[in-house]
């Protein structure tokens, strides 16, 4: 499996940037595909997911409202639309990935890192307010 993510810069406060996560090499039909992101000195934190089986998605408080993920499948991308950036939003997003991984998305899959074996290599995000 390969991840190659794309698309992070810097963003003024409230603003909009969108994260694209192309994705090859699944065996299986029923996936999960997750943002984690992380500040320098801190732990890792999921974002949002998408689960293949359903379509379904989970997010976290920090970011429901304003950031959505979704995907379009005849590209293989899955894609992290941010909006409404604050500062607190500044990180390095990864893209990661558990195959297989069967039904709806559920909260377990943006709190447990652990379960993904594929990583991206990461985008910066800065917002400066």
């Known amino acids: 499996v390969q991840l190659v993510e794309s698309g992070g810069g810097l963003v003024q406060a409230g603003g909009s940037l969108r994260l694209s996560c192309a994705y090859s090499g699944f065996t299986f039909a029923d996936y999960a595909v997750a943002w984690f992101r992380q500040v320098p000195g801190k732990e890792r934190e999921g974002v949002s997911a998408i689960c293949t089986t359903d379509e379904s998605t989970v997010s976290s408080d920090s970011v429901k409202g304003r950031f959505t993920t979704f995907r379009n499948s005849q590209e293989s991308i899955v894609y992290l639309q941010m909006n409404n950036l604050n500062h607190e939003d500044t990180a390095t997003y990864y893209c990661?990935?558990?195959?297989?991984?069967?039904?709806?998305?559920?909260?377990?899959?943006?709190?447990?890192?652990?379960?993904?074996?594929?990583w991206g290599q990461g985008a910066q995000v800065t917002v400066s307010s």
């Open positions: 990661t990935a558990v195959s297989p991984y069967f039904g709806s998305c559920r909260p377990v899959v943006i709190s447990d890192e652990s379960l993904f074996g594929w």
